[in-house]
């Protein structure tokens, strides 16, 4: 079964500063994809991030950047120019294909921001 | 357009009582998820629609949870003799094909007295 872990409950970085959120996945399948997602206090999950598997460029998006270690089957999400609007919590997801599509998430890792 | 709908917002009810909650998806969207979320954890998936039929129901947790999806509308997840452990906020997801990107609804927080 595929499972998905984020050992850092929680993270603090200071304003304008660099933070990385580490994930790491289970899977047997070659074809996959990866997602950070954010939910801040009103629950709305928001799409981060989203990395394909077969592409071995990492996915950006502006100060969000991601490493991706097929083989080490780590996911990890970089935040840089960190801003207070980016403290939330952060899930990384996994999604193979298959018939369904569904989205497995790891626990989250709670950022916290400081001015 | 709107986004994926969810009502009500909270609900508290009493041990014992059956509660519905409901999604209203992206207009257009034929995939529909619905995912649960306890306290301080991360989402677990409950149930997938493609159009009104539900192809993957493994992951609704006892016969006491239920779901059903009007043409490619709005699904209803019922819960009867609802438990404390039934407390959780319930997230609803809407992609235009199961291969997209799912967008998610504000969620129900339940709470069961």
């Known amino acids: 079964a595929q499972t998905v872990t984020q050992s850092q409950p929680e993270m603090s970085v200071q304003e304008a500063e660099t933070v990385t959120l580490s994930c790491t996945y289970d899977t047997s399948e070659s074809d996959y994809y990866l997602f950070w997602y954010k939910q801040p206090p009103s629950r709305q999950m928001i799409l981060v991030i989203r990395q394909e598997a077969y592409k071995q460029q990492n996915a950006t998006e502006n100060r969000f950047s991601v490493n991706f270690q097929k083989a080490a089957k780590s996911f990890s999400l970089k935040i840089s120019d960190s801003q207070l609007g980016d403290a939330a919590m952060y899930f990384c997801?996994?999604?193979?294909?298959?018939?369904?599509?569904?989205?497995?998430f790891g626990t989250g890792t709670l950022l916290a921001v400081q001015p | 357009g709107a986004g994926v709908s969810q009502s009500p917002s909270n609900k508290v009810t009493e041990k014992g009582k059956d509660v519905e909650l409901r999604c209203d998806p992206i207009?257009?969207?034929?995939?529909l998820y619905w995912y649960r979320q306890r306290l301080g954890q991360g989402l677990e998936f409950l149930i997938y629609?493609?159009?009104?039929?539900?192809?993957?129901k493994s992951g609704l947790p006892s016969d006491r949870f239920s779901a059903e999806r009007t043409g490619e509308s709005v699904s209803t997840l019922t819960i009867q003799r609802t438990q404390q452990e039934d407390s959780a906020v319930y997230l609803c997801?809407?992609?235009?094909?199961?291969?997209?990107?799912?967008?998610f609804g504000p969620g129900t927080r339940l709470t069961v007295l």
């Open positions: 207009s257009g969207h034929t995939a």
């Open positions: 997801a809407s992609s235009r094909h199961r291969e997209d990107e799912q967008f």
């Open positions: 997801a996994y999604k193979y294909g298959g018939a369904t599509n569904k989205l497995i």
């Open positions: 629609f493609q159009g009104n039929s539900a192809p993957d």
